[in-house]
């Protein structure tokens, strides 16, 4: 209790309003924050989740486009506790997905602070708390409010801001560009000169999609990239490399999964596909590079319905130059450039996070911090990476919860007015 008081005396308590939170506060509703709130429930820890949108999963519900589905077999999406529900297809829809998020965090009574983007967070030593200052802004009102914890969970997705690089020329272009996060469908690309930056799995999808409208899509792919098929031999290639996994080093593994595809699409590099001298999983281990799991971009480039161009040099009025000297005249930039953590530019600690706001240490020893900090989600294994993130930090922290309950239930009282949790 001394070390409350301590924090009361800080002038800087005043200033804004304060709420001692009693159990973890969460930052961020995407499947990482529900997942881990859902397995806290679980334990019957009381938590608070701040999320910045006005909505749970605001990456699926705004930043992605329409036809979208789940690249992986739905047995590796589901979150814990509760499995999607039996009708749904080995690969569900964006809009799936989310009723499926909507209903989870119905079911276990998940109700996030909207509006509230966490400014900055830090470990306040003195008190043993974590001091996580937040913007709460709606229409016409802006309050800014300070939630103080002792456990604070990082679930802020390895996607949270949209990578826009910078290319010479691009503000005389001239033309609409806009990132993949804005996208939504190639309808209102009917019939235009369409270069897609990034030949990632959005890059990919985009352009198909781009095809698909009568557009005319071009894929600048700068690098390297390894594209596999969704599926080998009527399995799911991310499910088959699961099980090689199992019994065999990644080396060979990678060998098996690069021979089934060159099978099954043939060679990619005579379509300008120039594969990384590192296999995909161990690429994916090593940098957190995805392959592209393809969908139909493939025979589209083959057919010459997506042309794949080399890097970019620069851009001028309604052109694009390449870096083998090719100019091509385009309507439209799509910049399927990727995303990135936004963890360095609010959490204000050195130990755990390194600057690229992934965790120092790769999975699975990413989850736990210092002195109650966890992190869910970043992994570089997508949702069922999160998933096990969920479960181990409700589990750690459930066991001081229930050790200590006695204890808390005394301070909550104590403090009562300031308290909020949503047990
Ligand atoms: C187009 C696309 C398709 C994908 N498809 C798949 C797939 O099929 N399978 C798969 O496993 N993975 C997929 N992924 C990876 C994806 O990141 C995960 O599926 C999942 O969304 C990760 O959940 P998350 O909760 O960790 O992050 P997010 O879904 O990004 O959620 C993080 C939440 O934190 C909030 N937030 C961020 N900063 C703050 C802040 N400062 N204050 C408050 N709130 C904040 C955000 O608004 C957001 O709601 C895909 C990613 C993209 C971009
Ligand atoms: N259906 C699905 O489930 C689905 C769909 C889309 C995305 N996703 C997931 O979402 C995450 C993000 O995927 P993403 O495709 O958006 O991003 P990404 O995998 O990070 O790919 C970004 C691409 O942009 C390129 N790029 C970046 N800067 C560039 C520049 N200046 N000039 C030219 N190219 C540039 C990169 O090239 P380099 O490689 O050379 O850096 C790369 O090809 C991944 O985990 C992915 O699997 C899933």
């Not at 088959?240 to 021979?259: C, G, H, Q, R």
């Not at 090593?286 to 971009?297: C, Q, R």
């Not at 050195?350 to 992934?358: E, I």
Request: hydrophobic share 40%; aromatic share 10%; charged share 25%.
């Amino acid at each position: 209790m001394e070390n409350v008081f301590r924090l009361v005396d800080n002038k800087d308590f005043f200033a804004r309003r304060c709420i001692m939170v009693n159990g973890p506060v969460i930052v961020g509703a995407g499947p990482s924050g529900l997942a881990t709130a859902a397995c806290l429930r679980d334990q019957g820890v009381p938590f608070v989740v701040l999320e910045r949108a006005e909505c749970i999963a605001s990456l699926w519900q705004k930043r992605t486009y329409d036809r979208l589905k789940l690249h992986l077999p739905k047995a590796f999406c589901q979150l814990p506790k509760l499995p999607f529900p039996e009708d749904f297809p080995e690969y569900p829809t964006k809009k799936q997905f989310i009723d499926y998020l909507e209903s989870y965090a119905k079911h276990f009574e998940i109700n996030p602070k909207f509006n509230s983007c966490v400014q900055s967070a830090r470990y306040d030593e003195t008190s043993g708390f974590w001091r996580v200052k937040t913007v709460t802004s709606t229409q016409s009102t802006r309050s800014e409010v300070e939630y103080i914890c002792r456990w604070l969970i990082v679930a802020t997705g390895e996607n949270a801001e949209c990578v826009v690089p910078e290319f010479d020329g691009l503000s005389d272009f001239g033309g609409k560009v806009v990132h993949a996060c804005e996208y939504k469908s190639g309808e209102s690309f009917r019939g235009k000169k369409v270069l897609v930056v990034g030949c990632g799995n959005s890059g990919m999808e985009l352009s198909l999609d781009l095809c698909n409208h009568n557009a005319l899509p071009s894929i600048v792919v700068r690098s390297s990239v390894h594209v596999l098929p969704r599926e080998m031999f009527g399995k799911s290639t991310f499910e088959l490399a699961v099980l090689l996994l199992k019994w065999l080093p990644i080396w060979l593994t990678d060998k098996l999964l690069l021979l089934f595809s060159w099978l099954i699409l043939g060679s990619i590099e005579k379509y300008g596909l120039n594969r990384p001298s590192v296999g995909p999983m161990e690429l994916k281990n090593m940098e957190g590079k995805t392959p592209v799991l393809d969908i139909g971009a493939l025979d589209k480039i083959k057919s010459g319905g997506i042309k794949v161009v080399p890097g970019i040099k620069r851009f001028s009025s309604g052109q694009v130059e390449l870096v083998n000297g090719e100019r091509l005249d385009i309507d439209s930039v799509v910049l399927a450039t990727g995303y990135r953590s936004n963890v360095p530019s609010w959490l204000q600690e050195g130990d755990f996070f390194s600057k690229n706001g992934f965790p120092k240490q790769p999975f699975p020893h990413g989850w736990k911090g210092n002195a109650g900090l966890y992190a869910v989600g970043f992994t570089r294994r997508g949702l069922s990476g999160a998933s096990s993130d969920a479960m181990r930090i409700a589990q750690d922290i459930g066991k001081v919860w229930k050790g200590e309950t006695k204890q808390i239930k005394k301070r909550t009282t104590a403090c009562h007015r300031r308290c909020i949790s949503q047990f």
